[in-house]
């Protein structure tokens, strides 16, 4: 069974910085596509960005310019540096991978990232 454990998050003042990671159980060379999403409390879970496996990367427009999506294939490992953290910034954050961009086979279980003076 294909495990995804995101680590990394917890509570951070506004203007502060976290690093998210995503351990994956297999391979994810072979995974075309990995993303992060999150889900605020109330809201429905929506996209934060992805990343090709030829690198190419994708943001939504809240978080392009302090968000920074990366993997690391010979760790298995995919990370997102998030920087000038914002209340609304506040959810939780999943890792996602699988073969199409916006279309996940795998998923984490998610990791609360909080920003809050």
């Known amino acids: 069974q294909v495990q995804l454990v995101e680590s990394g998050g917890g509570l951070v003042q506004p203007g502060g910085s976290l690093r998210l990671s995503c351990a994956a159980s297999?391979?994810?060379?072979?995974?075309?596509?990995m993303g992060w999403h999150r889900q605020a409390p109330g809201k429905q879970r929506e996209f934060v960005a992805s990343?090709?496996?030829?690198?190419?990367?994708n943001y939504r427009d809240s978080v392009k310019g302090r968000f920074t999506i990366s993997r690391d294939n010979a760790e298995n490992t995919l990370y997102l540096q998030m920087n000038s953290l914002k209340p609304e910034d506040t959810a939780v954050y999943y890792c996602?991978?699988?073969?199409?961009?916006?279309?996940?086979?795998?998923w984490g279980q998610g990791i609360q990232v909080t920003v809050s003076s």
């Open positions: 990343i090709t496996s030829g690198g190419t990367a």
């Open positions: 996602s991978g699988g073969n199409f961009l916006g279309r996940y086979t795998y």
């Open positions: 297999i391979s994810i060379s072979g995974l075309y596509a």
